[in-house]
């Protein structure tokens, strides 16, 4: 079974690098079974995808995030990141990340999803 | 963006009664190559991450409660929970993984009456 863990910073101010991590167990990101996400939900409002990553494949982002947004593996510590620039108080929500199978030719659904970590973005 | 659009936004039901949770997506979700639908349900409570409950449309995940079943095909999904329980009071959000960017609904809440 696959276990994730979010890290990172939960308080930015504005203009500021969202940086987080997910830590994986149970499975290897290099594994061609996963695909590797991370969603992220403002308060009160609906999941949103951002983007993810297949090993040795370029990621797939959202396009409402892509000019801010690089989603990345580390390999060697068996994680996946995630870096969003320019912070906004938009930016603000739990941050999720999350695994879906290689299904056929694509992704399937997220069935494995981290804890969540809620940033926030504040001056 | 494929658009999901849920109805009702929220949903009070008495214990032990039918809930319906309705999903429709802007474009078919059917892929041709797999014959699969692909949207997935999940049940959100405040503090967790989301569940999985079903997953290509209908399949009912592991562990999951019989109550809970999925329906449709193309673009009008159903999500029903045949007897209400007070462990089902949370959010839940129809999702579509066909397309990116991925998209979800907007959430329909559902209480006890």
């Known amino acids: 079974q696959v276990q994730l863990q979010e890290s990172g910073p939960r308080q930015l101010k504005p203009s500021e690098t969202l940086s987080l991590i997910c830590g994986v167990s149970?499975?290897?990101?290099?594994?061609?079974?996963?695909?590797w996400n991370w969603i992220r939900q403002p308060p009160g409002k609906a999941l949103q995808w951002i983007g993810n990553?297949?090993?040795?494949?370029?990621?797939t982002y959202n396009p409402s995030v892509r000019s801010r947004v690089t989603i990345s593996m580390d390999t060697s510590k068996n994680q996946f990141s995630l870096k969003l620039t320019s912070v906004t108080a938009a930016d603000t929500a739990v941050y999720y990340c999350?695994?879906?199978?290689?299904?056929?030719?694509?992704?399937?659904?997220?069935?494995?999803w981290g804890q969540g970590i809620l940033v926030t973005v504040s001056s | 963006d494929i658009v999901m659009t849920q109805s009702p936004d929220s949903l009070a039901v008495s214990l032990g009664e039918r809930a319906t949770i309705n999903c429709r997506s802007s474009?078919?979700?059917?892929?041709?190559?797999?014959?699969?639908?692909?949207l997935a349900w999940y049940q959100k409570k405040p503090g967790q991450p989301p569940k999985l409950l079903i997953f290509?449309?209908?399949t009912r995940e592991s562990g999951v409660p019989a109550r809970f079943s999925g329906s449709g095909s193309g673009t009008d999904f159903t999500l029903t929970i045949s007897s209400l329980q007070t462990e089902d009071v949370a959010v839940y959000y129809c999702?579509?993984?066909?397309?990116?960017?991925?998209?979800f609904g907007q959430g329909t809440r559902v209480e006890i009456k």
């Open positions: 999350a695994s879906s199978t290689y299904y056929f030719d694509r992704s399937g659904y997220p069935d494995y």
């Open positions: 149970g499975a290897s990101v290099t594994s061609g079974s996963f695909f």
């Open positions: 990553v297949y090993y040795r494949a370029n990621p």
């Open positions: 474009q078919s979700l059917l892929y041709g190559r797999t014959n699969k639908n692909y």
């Open positions: 290509w449309a209908s």
């Open positions: 999702h579509q993984f066909f397309r990116a960017p991925w998209t």
